[in-house]
């Protein structure tokens, strides 16, 4: 399997890297930043990087901004090992400016925030939806300031698509990635390991927040039903960010229980560059499901090469 890699020194010098003895991607739904963790030969001095691309058979895999680099040499070798993570990392180590807006759009928020970091498209399903007060307290990176936005504003949390773009918007089912081990199915994706599993402590049945007079009195019931028969009520004070829409603090509590009810683990052979948020169309003995990719794991051994998904219901995503 070719594996290219290619790093940048802080004088902006281009080096070639020899080909990774391991290497693990991690791609995930819920964090703007991929992980690279990577492993190399290398002999002699190596100056410091800042940046590191990684490509398969010109595929690329992953480009990004290298945070730890460790030289080493034990009785097999010297090697050289790097973490390394997407730009969207800098969505996360930023913090974003504590204050109170007023009439805030996500356009607004992305011009002053994360543009100045890198990243320049938005698609929002529009641009006048606008909060009359954001009170934002301190201590929220940048992205988890600007999804508690878009949640308030659009009731969807943005994600960065394979372009490094930020979208909000639903996921499309088209076009799944066919994962199956049907011999007649000669375009599918084949696995190697499947486990469908159904988290019953995960969904919550009802919320009762906290109103203004400070009162828990407002009761929220679980708008997608309650499938499980589960009696799981939490009591909240809804959060600062949410001041004027208090049942959409309750609701996005209620997403993120719904989204841990069912889900997939599956293994695949092989090196697949897949993306979350793409759909994928599973076949097997346990059923037949469309799924999104919430985590892509690509773990690469000089003995081989596996891809490991978590899979998730995308109307929750």
């Known amino acids: 399997m070719s ?15 020899k080909e990774p003895s391991t290497m693990i991607i991690t791609r995930s739904w819920d964090s703007p930043a991929w992980q690279l963790d990577i492993t190399f030969p290398h002999e002699g001095p190596l100056d ?11 595929e690329g895999l992953f480009a990004g901004m290298c ?10 070798g010297a090697y050289v090992s790097i973490s390394a ?11 974003a400016l504590p204050k109170t807006y007023t009439d805030l759009t996500a356009q607004a928020f992305f011009n002053t925030e994360i543009k100045p970091l890198g990243f320049h498209t938005l698609t929002l399903p529009n641009t006048t939806a606008s909060a009359a007060t954001f009170q934002l307290g301190k201590g929220h990176s940048v992205w988890e300031a600007f999804c508690i936005l878009c949640f308030r504003l659009y009731g969807r949390e943005p994600y960065i ?15 799944p990635v066919r994962v199956s081990n049907d011999v007649n199915d000669t375009g599918a994706l084949r696995y190697c390991s499947l486990e469908y599993i159904t988290r019953r402590s995960s969904p919550l049945s009802t919320i009762v927040y906290r109103d203004v007079g400070g009162a828990y009195s407002q009761l929220y019931e679980n708008p997608f039903g309650n499938s499980q028969q589960v009696r799981r009520n939490r009591y909240i004070i809804p959060a600062g960010e949410y ?7 309750a609701y996005r509590r209620v997403m993120k229980g719904q989204l841990g009810l069912h889900s997939m683990r599956v293994t695949l052979t092989g090196l697949h ?15 037949n499901r469309l799924m999104a990719a919430y985590q892509v794991k690509i773990i690469y051994t000089e003995s081989g090469c596996l891809t490991r998904l978590v899979l998730a219901d995308p109307t929750y995503m």
């Open 273 to 287: 560059n897949i993306k979350p948020g793409w759909p994928v169309h599973v076949e097997a003995a346990c059923g």
């Open 85 to 95: 993570r997407t730009p969207g990392a800098l969505l996360c180590d930023n913090e």
């Open 3 to 17: 594996i290219e890699m290619l790093g940048m020194t802080l004088d902006k010098q281009t080096i070639s890297l």
């Open 243 to 249: 001041t004027g829409r208090p049942a959409l603090d």
């Open 161 to 175: 698509n394979a372009n490094n773009d930020i979208v909000v918007e639903a996921l499309s089912p088209d076009n």
């Open 67 to 76: 945070d730890e680099i460790v030289r080493s040499v034990d009785g097999n």
């Open 48 to 58: 410091d990087l800042n940046r590191i691309q990684v490509k398969h058979d010109s």
